[in-house]
């Protein structure tokens, strides 16, 4: 089992940063992979960014260049940079943690991107 606490996020205008993390405790050791997935109103959930525990990193097409994800030293905090905000990246952003087939998810952090 896996405990994702998430950390972050709120209202920013257009072209702003910020940013969101995740801690994770529980079985640390077993964790795959960590990333951030967001789900608008009315679309379906989908992958922002993935990190592996090797560091083998995947942004959606959408994201590239602009967000940065990112561990710390112990692997059980992921970050998320966020720059160059646009508004329909206006979304509950939820953590993730994968251990094996298994997939683990935070309560989901708010992120609007409004003038």
């Known amino acids: 089992q896996v405990q994702l606490v998430e950390s972050g996020g709120g209202l920013v205008q257009p072209g702003g940063s910020l940013s969101v993390s995740c801690a994770a405790s529980?079985?640390?050791?077993?964790?795959?992979?960590m990333g951030w997935y967001r789900q608008a109103p009315g679309k379906q959930r989908e992958l922002v960014a993935a990190?592996?525990?090797?560091?083998?990193?995947n942004y959606a097409d959408a994201v590239k260049g602009r967000f940065t994800i990112s561990t710390n030293r112990a692997k059980d905090t992921v970050y998320l940079q966020m720059g160059s905000l646009k508004p329909e990246d206006t979304a509950v952003y939820y953590c993730?943690?994968?251990?094996?087939?298994?997939?683990?998810w935070g309560q989901g952090t708010q992120v609007t991107v409004s003038s």
């Open positions: 529980g079985s640390i050791s077993r964790i795959s992979s």
């Open positions: 993730n943690a994968r251990l094996g087939l298994i997939n683990f």
């Open positions: 990190i592996s525990s090797s560091g083998r990193i």
